[in-house]
């Protein structure tokens, strides 16, 4: 249950995180080629621009958005697959993300945007928790400085410019994406360990609520509980039977037999509460050897009926301890609109003492005439 419901708060934060990044790519490639055209202009005007104009504006402008556009929608299309699994529908971004990144690098010589756009993803991979998908992101940042490396030194030297410094910032951008792997792992790592330590305190936070909400001694639903399924129940507004039993002289069998032997005596009423009353009607231990059970209107008679099955079934329950049968004193009361949960449970309560009054081992639903009786 801890699992799923953290697979979910994950899943929220991934989709709100994967539409983000891919509205901000999309931001960068149009961004990208606003500057690019303004600076050609302002190269034009001041006269200062050597790369033929056609040929700047199909390497510099018209490449680099057809590649980037070309990469979102083949992105697009994998994650729109049902066979591609989670981990790599939200990857999908930061593969654009360094793809945007290259390209710029690639078609302007910008290594600074290398240095930024390629070790970002890296950085937010450790946010995914996932060593394959850094390798992978890794492995790409280093082919993306290698081949902007290259490419930057063909083209200098195709204009007769000194190749030095882009194999100079080659090797620094290795070396950064070197480092930016290590840093990236060494997070995971101790993200590994916080989850751990999370999923430590969750588990003991779950058994603790497990304990507050079940008897220890029985495994019933407990009284705390009960009265929030209560209100739950009434804040529905649709009718339902509120079951009250409790055990008759039970004082006698902890007096004659001991506690131990009382006990078994309770574990074995709770068994057969359960076999007749299913886990959505919330079998409780009130406290003592009072049981409580809520359940649907189907009709008084249908009520009674279960109650009294109920009650029958433990009446002829064996013990090898004591040479008699126990027996139970129930009580029955539905809810109506108006009741509140304390007079509700105070008209149970009364139905079971009119049966205690008159004979114990008996069922009463109650009416305004047993009230009148157990007033007397």
Not at 39 to 59: A, D, H, N
Not at 93 to 118: A, D, H, N, Q, R
Not at 330 to 345: I, P, S, Y
Request: glycine share 6%; hydrophobic share 45%; charged share 20%.
């Amino acid at each position: 249950m801890i699992t799923d419901r953290r697979a979910e708060i994950l899943d929220a934060a991934y989709e709100s995180w994967n539409g983000r990044l891919k509205r901000i790519n999309l931001i960068l490639i149009f961004a990208t080629i606003v500057v690019d055209i303004v600076g050609f202009v302002i190269s034009r005007v001041e006269q200062t621009g050597k790369v033929p104009w056609p040929w700047y504006i199909l390497l510099h402008i018209l490449v680099p958005l057809f590649v980037n556009l070309v990469g979102l929608l083949l992105c697009h299309i994998r994650e729109k697959n049902e066979n591609i699994s989670k981990q790599e529908r939200y990857a999908l971004p930061l593969f654009e993300l360094w793809l945007i990144g290259t390209t710029v690098t690639i078609s302007k010589y910008l290594f600074p945007v290398l240095t930024v756009m390629v070790c970002v993803p890296i950085f937010c991979s450790v946010y995914f928790d996932n060593r394959a998908l850094t390798r992978k992101l890794t492995v790409a940042a280093f082919i993306s400085a290698v081949i902007s490396g290259f490419t930057s030194n063909l083209f200098r030297g195709l204009r007769g410019e000194p190749t030095g410094q882009p194999m100079q910032h080659l090797f620094m951008n290795i070396v950064l994406v070197l480092g930016v792997w290590i840093l990236s792992a060494a997070l995971m790592h101790l993200q590994w360990q916080k989850n751990e330590r999370t999923e430590e305190i969750l588990n003991k936070e779950n058994m603790l609520q497990d304990e507050l909400r079940h008897d220890s001694k029985t495994g019933l639903y407990s009284s705390a509980f009960f009265n929030h399924v209560l209100a739950e129940k009434i804040k529905e507004g649709k009718p339902f039977y509120l079951m009250l039993s409790d055990i008759d002289d039970f004082s006698s069998v902890n007096n004659h037999y001991g506690h131990n032997q009382g006990d078994l005596v309770l574990v074995r009423l709770a068994g057969i509460l359960c076999a007749h009353f299913n886990v959505e009607e919330c079998p409780s231990r009130f406290g003592g050897e009072e049981y409580t059970v809520l359940f649907a209107d189907e009709g008084a008679d249908r009520a009674i009926a279960r109650c009294e099955a109920y009650r029958k079934e433990f009446e002829t329950q064996v013990y090898s301890f004591m040479p008699h049968n126990v027996t139970i004193s129930v009580g029955l009361a539905r809810w109506e609109r108006g009741l509140t949960d304390t007079q509700l449970f105070d008209r149970a309560d009364r139905a079971m003492y009119y049966s205690k009054r008159n004979g114990k081992n008996m069922t009463t639903m109650w009416k305004p005439q047993t009230e009148e009786a157990v007033s007397k």
